[in-house]
């Protein structure tokens, strides 16, 4: 099957460096049934590309063990149509190419899932082509730019920052998270927006300058628009700016909801949205499982991406008495790990020895 999406040039020299199907699927005991997996596409995606059309044969596939073994490694189109693999707990991604730092036109492509497999179970998986980072672009009005004509803009998230010129059209792309606006002006440097991005989010946010310049809260978010698609969530923003400098701003809504990584730095935040996946649960000081079957009804794990096996970059949550534990924990809702999931609470800097979320008080699957 092949579907084709917009994939930057810069995709050729990717795959030129990358070394065609290197498999080494894991060895399964004598003793032991082995698991199948057969991999597919979902023909329920489409995308609003408009050029450089790109094969979906050479996304890169990757099949890793709860253990960090690689079982396979290379291209989707050199996949075999069955795995044998044995028993376990396994992360799929498939990428059209790596992306970790800020960059412009750098959109990425295709999916991760968790899945378990246990002795002779035969697993159909099919794949969806989403897109996976965010991206943001930015349209300045005639007067801010005669305004701070002498000024530099810049665009910062957790992984970079990104110089943006006052002419610059293209779409700079992030990981999915906090990216804040920067005006460096007469040496001073200004927050003048920021906003959480949701991973396939492409928003166009317009810049204008206040009629009035108080010093007092500046006027955000006003004429909001969003158009949904399968593959990507194209909004758009209007910001006036009145000059001062603005703060992060609390995650007060679902559509507004931080990151895992973004809520792991904000202990003592109350009643915050926070979206991540279920990777886990059965936590304890010292551990906690990334597969079933799990025995613990009183706590979760979330991370920012379904393949997630490292403790040290989740957030653990407390699951209270009552019917978001019913809804929620593993042991009675095993189908929910690998799930995405929205919920609300209060940030603490340590439950179990890593960053929590407790005292549950609303959720979304």
């Not at 955000?220 to 990507?232: H, I, L, P």
């Not at 799930?339 to 407790?358: A, C, H, K, N, T």
Request: glycine share 8%.
């Amino acid at each position: 099957m092949r579907t084709n999406v917009h994939f930057p040039a810069r995709a050729a020299a990717f795959l030129a460096a990358v070394l065609i199907a290197s498999s080494c699927l894991t060895p399964v005991p004598a003793a032991v049934e082995p698991a199948v997996l057969r991999l597919g596409l979902s023909d329920d995606h489409s995308t609003r590309a408009t050029s450089d059309p790109f094969d979906t044969d050479a996304y890169i596939l990757t099949l890793t063990s709860s253990e960090g073994k690689t079982a396979f490694s290379g291209l989707w189109g050199g996949r075999p149509a069955e795995f044998e693999l044995a028993p376990g707990t396994y992360a799929i991604s498939m990428i059209s190419g790596t992306f970790k730092d800020p960059a412009f036109d750098c959109p990425q492509f295709g999916d991760t899932r968790r899945i378990t497999l246990s002795e002779g179970q035969v697993a159909d998986v099919e794949l969806s082509v989403c897109q996976l980072n965010s991206g943001l672009r930015l349209k300045l009005d005639e007067k801010f730019v005669a305004t701070y004509k002498d000024a530099s803009l810049f665009l910062r998230s957790v992984s970079g920052t990104l110089a943006i010129g006052y002419g610059e059209t293209r779409t700079a792309y992030f990981l999915p998270g906090r990216v804040a606006i920067l005006l460096n002006n007469q040496g001073k440097t200004s927050t003048v927006h920021s906003m959480e991005l949701r991973p396939g989010e492409i928003l166009t946010l317009r810049l204008s300058v206040a009629e009035t310049m108080p010093k007092a809260v500046p006027v955000t978010g006003v004429n909001v628009s969003v158009q949904v698609d399968t593959v990507r969530l194209w909004s758009s923003v209007e910001v006036d700016w009145d000059g001062s400098s603005v703060g992060d701003d609390p995650a007060t809504t679902v559509p507004n909801a931080v990151s895992v990584s973004a809520a792991r730095g904000m202990a003592g935040s109350k009643d915050v949205w926070v979206c991540g996946y279920i990777v886990g649960g059965d936590l304890s000081s010292k551990s906690c499982s990334f597969e079933g079957p799990f025995s613990a009804r009183t706590n979760l794990v979330l991370a920012d991406v379904p393949s997630c096996s490292d403790r040290g970059r989740c957030l653990g949550v407390q699951l209270a008495a009552g019917d978001i534990r019913s809804a929620l924990n593993l042991v009675d809702n095993p189908s929910l790990l690998g799930r995405q999931v929205w919920l609300r609470g209060d940030v603490v800097e340590s439950y179990y020895g890593i960053p929590g979320l407790q005292k549950l008080t609303d959720y979304r699957l």
